[in-house]
């Protein structure tokens, strides 16, 4: 079993899964804004207390860009854009929301989680960047993947960055 790298890194183990993404901590309502031109492909609920107790409820983007790369920009608390919108590089496609709702996190929570509340860290960007359209999956939730193979057309975004 892998150590924990830094938090809300790229493909952290996190005890029981793994995280998809990167983690950009920012004040709530932060802007968001697109890195390259592309399509919105789709927006939906990324976070929900309804599946996760101390989670509140957070928007997703996904975004193709003119080279089918696919950035899923999440965790946001508003979304700017709507889906078939044409973006441009730089164009404000929402703002940051508060993911974690701190007082609802309980002690028997996973240490990521308990490390965030004892940081003060709720709200963040989270970003997952594929090489094809991500599809609904059973093994994925939240940012996170509950399996050990990385799913094949998920891509690291700090080497793309």
């Known amino acids: 079993i892998p150590k ?5 890194s790229f493909w952290e183990y996190r005890e029981d899964r793994y995280h998809c993404g990167i983690d950009i901590y920012a004040p709530v309502g932060s802007e968001v804004k697109s890195i390259e031109d ?10 929900s ?12 983007v996904l975004i193709k860009n003119v ?9 946001l608390g508003d979304v700017t854009v709507k889906i078939k919108e044409s973006i441009k590089a730089g ?4 703002y940051i929301g508060t993911v974690l709702n701190i007082d609802k996190i309980p002690k028997e929570s996973p240490l990521y ?9 709720p709200s ?16 994925y939730l939240g940012g996170n993947w509950f399996g050990t193979k990385k799913p094949k057309n998920l891509m690291n975004p ?3 960055l």
């Not at 592309?38 to 976070?47: A, E, R, S």
């Not at 107790?53 to 928007?59: C, E, F, L």
């Not at 164009?91 to 929402?94: F, K, N, P, V």
């Open 38 to 47: 592309g399509t919105v492909l789709d927006i939906g609920i990324f976070t």
């Open 124 to 139: 963040m960007l989270h970003l997952e960047i594929y090489n094809s359209e991500p599809k609904q999956n059973k093994m």
């Open 4 to 8: 924990n790298n830094d938090q809300g």
């Open 49 to 60: 207390p309804n599946k996760v107790s101390y989670w509140n409820k957070t928007k997703y």
């Open 158 to 160: 700090t080497n793309y």
């Open 67 to 75: 080279n089918d790369i696919f950035y899923k920009y999440a965790e």
């Open 113 to 121: 989680i308990q490390k965030l509340r004892e940081n003060n860290l």
């Open 91 to 94: 164009q404000l496609i929402g």
